[in-house]
C-alpha cells in the first residue's frame, strides 16, 4: 500500500463516488480469475485493490468525523501494526 497512492483515490472519491471505485475494484477482481496473466500482472492489480479498499476505508474514518490527515496516519498505522 502506498500512501500516496491512497490518498490520490480518496481525493477522486471526494469528488465523484465511492461506487466508481468499488466497481473498478470488481471488474479487477474479476480480471484476477484470467489464467491468461503473469504472476507480476497479478500483483499489480492486487496492489491496486489494496490501495482502492485503503481510500474506501479511510472516506469511511472521514465520514465518522476524522479530518482525512487523522484518517491516513491512523490507517497507515493499522497497516503497519499487521505486518508487524
Do not use: W, Y
Not at 470488481?26 to 484476477?32: I, S
Amino acid at each position: 500500500m502506498r500512501l500516496p497512492i491512497i490518498k490520490h483515490i480518496h481525493s477522486f472519491i471526494k469528488e465523484n463516488d465511492q461506487d466508481f471505485v468499488i466497481e473498478a475494484m470488481e471488474v479487477l477482481e474479476h480480471l484476477t480469475e484470467s489464467e491468461n496473466l503473469k504472476d507480476e500482472e497479478l500483483d499489480v492489480i492486487g496492489e491496486l485493490i489494496s490501495n482502492m479498499s485503503g481510500a474506501l476505508a479511510v472516506r469511511d474514518m472521514v465520514q465518522e468525523g476524522k479530518t482525512e490527515k487523522e484518517a491516513l496516519n491512523e490507517f497507515m498505522k493499522r497497516v503497519m501494526g499487521s505486518i508487524n
